[in-house]
């Protein structure tokens, strides 16, 4: 038989730039996930005790977000990826370092969703649409107060 008749849909979505653009920013949570967890764990001296907390607050809403995400790529049939992001994830003991890396990957992320958004309205689904703009508040907002925190 022609394999042609074997395409499933979710081969026919993957080229789809919502999928692709769907899937960078869910390996940038899958990243996220990974990267707070470390800087919880390691984050040392005076401001352990809140950052330790405040990064861990940030692996569950990395997860909130990469689960919301992941549905929506399966609502558009495509095929979510399970590879994180490759940016290295910098070690250090150092909080000052975690917050600046942390401001990178808020800005990264929220410029992905940023530029996801106007795809989503493309397609008319006011559900789709606004679930990714809450992540997309959630990452404007960590952006802030990373920037507050940087002062
Ligand atoms: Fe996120
Ligand atoms: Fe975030």
């Known amino acids: 038989m022609n394999p042609i008749y074997h395409r499933s849909t979710v081969d026919i979505m993957g080229d789809q730039p919502i999928i692709t653009a769907l899937n960078k920013a869910l390996a940038w949570e899958l ?7 470390h800087y919880s764990a390691y984050v040392s001296g005076i401001h352990r005790p809140h950052l330790s907390a405040y990064f861990s607050n940030e692996v569950n ?17 495509g095929k979510a990826i399970t590879e994180r992001a490759p940016e290295e994830i910098i ?13 990178k990957t808020e800005k990264i992320a929220s410029g992905t969703y940023q530029s996801i958004l106007p795809m989503i309205e493309e397609l008319g689904d006011d559900e789709l649409y606004d679930s990714l ?19």
């Open 31 to 37: 990243r996220a996930i990974a990267m707070y967890a």
């Open 61 to 77: 809403e990395s997860i909130t977000h990469a689960s919301t995400v992941r549905s929506a790529i399966v609502k558009l049939d």
């Open 91 to 103: 070690h250090t003991h150092d909080y000052s370092i975690m917050l600046e890396e942390a401001y």
């Open 133 to 151: 703009e809450v992540i997309y508040f959630d990452e404007m907002r960590s952006v802030e107060e990373l920037r507050m925190m940087l002062k």
